[in-house]
């Protein structure tokens, strides 16, 4: 065949094809929509991706080509079963426009973006109404029922077309604001009063008057930053520093029904009623799937009793495709999901939520940058180096529920063991990136020097000592405490080159780079080359020695990688004389300190946007700070303690002067 077949083929074909490719992508993303809630490749992600952003393009092409082909007199009289089963694709077309309730929104910016989803929508249902008037065939080329079906359909694709920037509409943040305001309740209206009552219950107190908080704070609060009232947030306080297991299922349930409220419209139809923040357009739902059961089913039989006997097999067999994989995915599926063994099914499953924490090393990067030069070559001339550094990450931990109950033993400690004993003691340990595990070691004067600078650098300076400790130890496998350690290591590293954002505001990913290029320099090789001399410098461990070993005898070794070998040095030399564990306790307790102080600082925002795109450890430690009575960013950011502290310190210093000035007199 040769090009001017291939264009007649296509032109004959085209409307065939598009329509069965845009019935593909939506039982694509029917099937896929619930993937998103789980770690999946980068590769299954970009299809999803791929497909959302195709489910409106390749519909309105059909369209498009749907209206052409009324020029050309394709739908003559002698052929009216052709244009009778063609009349039902534009309806159908425009149901698949609507989408799909399990992806409303693909990314969080979708949300923000309703207004110009609204016009998009209206256009694309005047393209249909316009397609269908065009295309309806005349005189009794269609019969009375199907002409009744055909609208019921198109009536329910405009719903769908109406009601998709609505929902996006209602989760977009200023909606979120306005409908998910923490009001306080209680007796508990100030900070102090709270802290004060919660380290007075710890010490021994009665637990009276708090007892009728029998719900959680509504998680939708923290990710518009709105902190939830001091009463609620004493009692889940109360409740969970005691029962880690209630604390990791409430706050995988929080970030998986979060997720539905933000991307999906199954949040509507079977989130918990104390969830619900208002009566919409969905309460109509359970009709409208009634009216789709009977749309169908009616269709189905008319199909089955009078259209066999068309000559047009293939636009016949197009058109039962269609309508039966309509009736599925709109009608059968969502009533099934009603059923009460079925939908507790699906609400366990949907409420558990992905904890894998990822990985990313930096010495491991240059590693695997020498032994794959041909892709690093590749990538550079295809400008591509920067993304395929960060998709090509370390496989995830599954260990995160280790680093959990760390997470939760030292929040736990910090109220149990009464170090928070009043509001300043409070905020400092809010604030606390390490120092506490260093002052309780008692290594506080050798190694608080690396914690006095900005939290990125201090994150590049003990990722590499954590692994020159790791790799110098003899059976660094065999420490369960090392391998957390070096795990949370990974993680802020990852944080910091992949997500800066999320690592703090200002986090600079340039100084991930900047690490590797001085280390480049201190190996003063061409890590792209292999040759005898360095054969084995390609495996991480390998190398991390040569690094450190380099460091320790070179006098103008960089600065970054000299202090790290140096903060290893002092770390070594914590470890007992048969034992290790005190050098992977303080390790382990810095760690735990940064990922809770990255956490608290990450607008919930961000962690909002991460859901999207599989969501982040870091929103997990997040939401267990929050349900453990932690200070909210918002409470960080208005501080009115700050300004009083210096309306005190000025009318102290000022009242010498002040006296002075009456002795003169």
Avoid at 137 to 166: D, H, N, Q, T, V
Avoid at 173 to 202: C, M, P, W
Avoid at 261 to 275: A, C, G, I, Q, V
Wanted: hydrophobic fraction near 40%.
């Amino acid at each position: 065949m040769g090009f001017s077949g291939a264009v007649l083929w296509w032109e004959e074909w085209q409307l065939h094809v598009l329509v069965l490719t845009s019935l593909f992508l939506q039982c694509f993303l029917f099937f896929a929509g619930v993937l998103r809630k789980r770690c999946i490749p980068s590769w299954l992600r970009f299809l999803i991706w791929l497909s959302y952003i195709g489910s409106d393009a390749v519909p309105i092409y059909a369209l498009a080509i749907l209206f052409n082909s009324t020029k050309k007199q394709e739908w003559a009289v002698s052929t009216h079963h052709h244009s009778s089963e063609r009349v039902l694709w534009v309806p159908i077309l425009l149901v698949h426009l609507g989408g799909q309730d399990g992806i409303t929104a693909y990314n969080i910016e979708d949300n923000e973006l309703w207004k110009r989803h609204v016009v998009t929508a209206v256009s694309q249902v005047t393209v249909a109404i316009y397609v269908l008037y065009k295309s309806w065939p005349s005189g009794y080329s269609i019969s009375a029922i199907e002409s009744i079906l055909a609208l019921f359909l198109f009536f329910y694709g405009i719903f769908k077309c109406i009601r998709k920037p609505w929902d996006l509409k209602k989760v977009s943040i200023n909606s979120l604001v306005d409908s998910t305001g923490s009001k306080e309740t209680g007796q508990i209206n100030s900070l102090h009063v709270y802290v004060r009552s919660a380290v007075y219950y710890f010490c021994g107190g009665s637990d009276e008057g708090n007892n009728n908080y029998m719900t959680f704070w509504n998680p939708f609060d923290a990710f518009v930053d709105l902190a939830p009232s001091y009463s609620e947030r004493l009692w889940s306080l109360k409740v969970l520093v005691h029962n880690q297991d209630a604390a990791h299922r409430l706050a995988q349930s929080a970030l998986s029904v979060t997720f539905d409220r933000l991307y999906t419209k199954e949040s509507l139809k079977t989130m918990p009623r104390w969830y619900t923040c208002s009566i919409d357009i969905c309460t109509i739902i359970p009709l409208v799937s009634a009216l789709q059961v009977l749309v169908f089913v009616l269709i189905v039989t008319f199909h089955m009793d009078g259209i066999r006997a068309s000559f047009n097999h293939t636009e016949v067999t197009i058109t039962f495709i269609l309508i039966y994989c309509a009736a599925v995915m709109e009608a059968i599926i969502p009533s099934a999901m009603r059923i009460k063994s079925i939908h507790e099914w699906f609400n366990q499953q949907r409420h558990q939520w992905p904890d894998q924490v990822a990985q990313y090393n930096l010495i491991g990067y240059l590693a695997r940058d020498k032994r794959h030069p041909w892709l690093k070559k590749l990538a550079t001339l295809l400008c591509c180096k920067d993304l395929l550094d960060q998709l090509w990450s370390m496989a995830p931990s599954k260990s995160s529920p280790d680093i959990t109950k760390l997470i939760h033993g030292y929040i736990a400690r910090g109220w149990t063991e009464h170090h928070i004993k009043d509001t300043p003691t409070y905020r400092a340990f809010n604030d606390n990136r390490g120092q506490w595990t260093l002052s309780r070691e008692g290594c506080g004067g050798s190694l608080e020097w690396s914690l006095r600078r900005p939290f990125d650098e201090s994150v590049i300076l003990w990722h590499l000592a954590t692994d020159f400790c790791f790799h110098r130890t003899v059976t660094p496998s065999s420490h369960e405490a090392a391998r957390r350690c070096r795990e949370m290591s990974n993680y802020m590293a990852y944080l910091l080159f992949v997500k800066p954002d999320m690592l703090m505001t200002g986090a600079r990913r340039s100084l991930f780079r900047a690490a590797c290029k001085d280390i480049q320099c201190l190996l003063n090789e061409d890590l792209q080359q292999d040759g005898p001399e360095n054969t084995l410098l390609d495996d991480q461990g390998e190398l991390t020695l040569n690094i450190a070993q380099r460091a320790m005898i070179t006098d103008n070794a960089p600065h970054i990688v000299r202090e790290a070998r140096w903060l290893s040095t002092c770390l070594m030399a914590l470890r007992n004389d048969d034992e290790e564990d005190k050098m992977w306790r303080v390790i382990q307790g810095v760690w735990v300190e940064m990922l809770c102080f990255s956490a608290g600082r990450c607008r919930g925002y961000l962690h909002a946007k991460s859901l999207g795109s599989g969501g982040e450890y870091l929103s997990y430690v997040w939401l267990l700070l929050l349900y453990m009575g932690m200070e909210t960013l918002t409470e960080k950011m208005q501080r009115t303690e700050l300004h009083e502290d210096r309306i005190a310190v000025g009318m102290s210093s000022a009242a010498p002067m002040a006296a002075t000035s009456d002795e003169n007199v």
